[in-house]
């Protein structure tokens, strides 16, 4: 994976999608407490989108998590002064569900998953109920079925027709994308997308401890989502290969609470 300058850089295991950002020199008047900076903006297919200012207050949404153990992580994005590229932690983690395709008994598990993945990272995660939208990497960042804001973290289900990259025995993916706050240098992730193939997980469901290994995939992918990339050490729930382990290791946690760690916008 590579990052390019301002560029944001949707992060997905196996493969990098670029969508360009650049800078507007205009201001809004109601954006009183930031006259004179300029409100960044997206370009996407040729069309300018003013990246959107959160609003309620800057403080955080769960308490941080200290780092307490020792062991490898890594980031998908390692691009500043201010550490790896993270979700706001000011801001609620909006996330939805596509069910179409979703084996029998899955939806627990996602729950499940989700509720993991925010205890361990201090990150605040919302349901906002189920879409329709098509989980894939190409999503639209803004789009009109959700309002105004960046498009909530989406989990769906698919196939390897559909979804070539999850061909043999990738059961998931996951990642966000990396995109300018409204205003100044800082970064962030954004719209999250979980791809499960549907087949895989009803296949490990059906397994000894299937339950657990499955909400183990569904984990991973967030980790992703939230902004952790592979390690090579097997014993980290990180390892791209993973098949036996049903909780993090070590440098997962650590990874986890710096993800949640990150400064507020
Ligand atoms: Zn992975």
Request: proline fraction near 5%.
């Amino acid at each position: 994976m590579r990052t390019l300058g301002r560029l944001a850089v949707i992060g997905l295991v196996g493969g990098v999608a670029i969508v360009g950002t650049a800078y507007a020199t205009g201001f809004d008047l109601a954006q009183w407490q930031h006259i004179g900076k300029a409100r960044n903006v997206l370009v996407v297919d040729g069309e300018q989108i003013r990246i959107p200012v959160p609003d309620g207050p800057s403080e955080r949404r769960a308490a941080s998590l200290p780092v307490t153990t020792d062991g490898a992580h890594a980031f998908m994005f390692e691009e500043s002064e201010q550490g790896p590229t993270r979700y706001d932690p000011c801001r609620m983690l909006e996330w939805t569900h596509n069910p179409e395709g979703m084996p029998e008994g899955a939806e627990q598990l996602v729950q499940d998953a989700v509720a993991d993945v925010a205890r361990n990272s201090g990150l605040a995660f919302e349901y906002v109920g189920q879409t329709d939208e098509v989980a894939g990497f190409d999503r639209p960042l803004f789009q009109e079925r959700y309002g105004e804001g960046f498009a909530p973290i989406i989990v769906g289900w698919s196939t390897e027709e559909q979804t070539p990259d999850l061909a043999g025995s990738v059961t998931g993916l996951g990642g966000s994308s990396s995109v300018n706050g409204a205003f100044g240098e800082q970064r962030f992730l954004a719209a999250g997308v979980v791809v499960l193939d549907t087949e895989d997980v009803a296949d490990l469901m059906e397994s000894r401890r299937g339950t657990a290994l499955a909400t183990a995939v569904i984990m991973h992918e967030l980790a992703h989502v939230i902004g952790l990339a592979h390690v090579e050490d097997p014993t980290e729930l990180m390892n791209d290969e993973n098949s036996m382990l049903i909780t993090w290791g070590p440098g997962d946690r650590a990874g986890l609470a710096i993800a949640g760690s990150g400064p507020c916008q």
